[in-house]
Every structure is written in C-alpha cells, then in structure tokens.
C-alpha cells in the first residue's frame, strides 16, 4: 500500500500519464478483485476504485485541452498574422476613401469661397449702381421744380417791391444746391461759351454780332449734371453771324480774289515805238 501511495503521489513522467493511469487502475482493481468476501474491504476497494477511476478520468480529460491548447498555440501567429494584414488592407482602402473626400471638400470649398466672393462684389456693384440710380432720378424729378422756382425769382426782381421775395426765392435755390453739393451737383455754364454737344442742346439759331458765331447766345432752359454723369443738358440757341455782315464779308472775300488774280497776271502787253524809227 505504501508503494501503491507513493505512486499515485508522485507526477507521472512526461508522455506515461495514460499507461500511469492503466496501470493504477489494474493495480486497485486486482486487489479489490481477491478481497472481495470481506464486504467491508469490497465497500472500499470500491471507493478507493472509484476515487482512483475520477482520478484518472480528469487526467484523460485534460489530456486533450493541453493537446488543443498546443496546436491553437502554434495556430494563433498565422491567424493574428492574417488577422493584422486584413486589418491593415481595411485602414489603406478607408484612409484612401477619406482622402478622396477630403480633396473632393476642399475643391468645393475653394469653389464655394470664390462663388461667395464674387457674388458679394456684385452684390456690391448693384447696389452701388442702384444708390446712383435712385439718386439721379430723385435730381431729375426735383429739377424742374429747381426750374420754376428761379423763373419766379427772375419775375420777382423785374416787379416792384419783390425783393423780399426774390432774397427768399433764392434762399431756396442755394439751399437746394447746397444738399447736393456734397454728391457733386453742379450747373453747366452755357451762356457766352462755345457749343459742346455733349452738354448743350441746340434748338435753334440767332443772327447776332454780340456773340461769337458758333458759341451759345440764349440758354432757355439749365442743364445739370452730378459729378461726370449729365443729369439734363442745356436747353440753347446757338450765335451766328448776321446777313449784312455775311454779304460783306462774301464781297471783300470776292474784291480781294480779284486783285490776287490781276496780279498774277502781269503789266499786259508791251508798247510799240514810234514809226519810222528803226
């Protein structure tokens, strides 16, 4: 029995756990075999079987897990392996995904920001365009008002006693001039000066040595404008020289032709002498 004890205590060799196991088995077996008209040794060489056969059931039981864990130990470089490269493969397409996205947000941002950009100028530009607009129609509604008010003035210092009333008249006017001096209102000169089709209105002519030919004798109506933009131009009729003075001057023109002409011409034919001389 000490043996017997010894044996089942001590580890069993590397690679004899099975025939360990056999032979314990045989051992208690055999024994229990010959003992068995005594009940009590019979009741336990069966305990001691059956702890010895637990024993050796647990040993053969955990016999495959190490098996298991041996090869799934060898297996698991090879999986982790194939494991990561899959991963890595999974990282590479996204991270390419993602800088495609990134690339295609960008170009749109970049469109969207010069979108933003000139869309803002303009918006700028109409309504700068829509201000002057507004502006000069407001002028130009208001000037003929501005018209009739200087024709009262003009009325109110031929009549007697009016001078109250032109110094208002004109009042008004200078105030009219002076809130829109800062936007660059301003009347264009027309009387005494020459003609210019880009600001004067011609409407007619007028014979009159008072006036240079071709400059501005009458101006029947005022002309504007607002800094370079021509509100309204000049109403005007236009100088020229007077009948008379236009047939006298086609006659010197016709005398003084003449006598350029009979100059050119020579002293005539030459004199003969007297007869008989040879």
Do not use: W
């Not at 799934?72 to 495609?100: I, M, S, V």
């Not at 100028?121 to 000037?143: C, G, H, S």
């Not at 000169?189 to 011609?202: C, I, K, Q, S, V």
């Amino acid at each position: 029995m000490d043996k017997e004890a010894k044996a089942l205590t001590e580890p069993p060799a590397p690679g004899t756990e099975g025939a360990v196991v056999t032979a314990r088995r045989d051992d208690l077996v055999a024994p229990a075999a010959e003992a068995a008209p005594s009940g009590e040794a019979t009741a336990g060489a069966e305990a001691q079987t059956d702890g010895v056969a637990e024993a050796a059931a647990d040993t053969e039981a955990e016999v495959p897990v190490e098996e298991d864990e041996a090869c799934a130990a060898q297996g698991a470089p090879a999986a982790a392996a194939d494991e990561t490269a899959a991963r890595l493969a999974a990282l590479e397409a996204e991270k390419a995904d993602l800088e495609r996205r990134v690339a295609e947000l960008r170009d749109r941002l970049l469109r969207s920001a010069a979108d933003f950009d000139n869309f803002r100028k303009r918006t700028a530009r109409q309504e700068q365009e829509t201000k002057e607009r507004a502006r000069v129609e407001a002028l130009r509604t208001f000037l003929p008002v501005i018209d009739n008010v200087e024709r009262a003035l003009g009325f109110a210092r031929e009549m007697a006693g009016g001078e109250r009333v032109a110094e208002g008249l004109q009042m008004v006017v200078r105030g009219f001039f002076d809130a829109f001096a800062g936007d660059g209102l301003a009347r264009i000169e027309a009387l005494g000066r020459p003609f210019d089709p880009t600001h004067h209105e011609a409407v007619g002519q007028v014979e009159t040595a008072e006036t240079p030919a071709g400059c501005v004798a009458q101006e029947l109506q005022a002309g504007y404008r607002l800094g370079e933009r021509l509100l309204r131009p000049a109403l005007v009729v236009v100088a020229k020289p007077p009948a008379a003075t236009a047939v006298t001057a086609a006659a010197e023109a016709a005398a003084t032709e003449a006598a350029v002409s009979g100059a050119s011409d020579g002293a005539g034919p030459a004199e003969e002498g007297p007869a008989g001389e040879s």
